[in-house]
């Protein structure tokens, strides 16, 4: 990961996460927020696949943002 623009601050939502995998078909599921900003999110248990610069969209309860991926971990792990 880049050098950041912002600090991140560790919180644990419970967040929707929605859009498209990389298979093309569509989800939207709950997973958990790491850490956040004003301008991105990390996020915990995502299981779609999903690609580098694709968008996604994300819901808080009457929030609705989408952000483009830009760091995806590796498979299989916590991150």
């Known amino acids: 990961m880049g050098r950041r623009c912002q600090s991140r601050k560790q919180v644990n939502l419970q967040v929707r996460i929605f859009g498209t995998d990389s298979n093309g078909h569509v989800f939207s ?12 999110a990390e996020l915990a248990g995502v299981r779609p696949e999903v690609g580098l610069d694709e968008i996604v969209g994300l819901t808080y309860g009457d929030n609705r943002v ?6 995806i971990g590796e498979r299989g792990t916590p991150n």
């Open 66 to 71: 989408h952000f483009r991926v830009k760091w």
């Open 29 to 40: 599921e709950k997973v958990s927020t790491v850490n956040i900003s004003r301008k991105g």
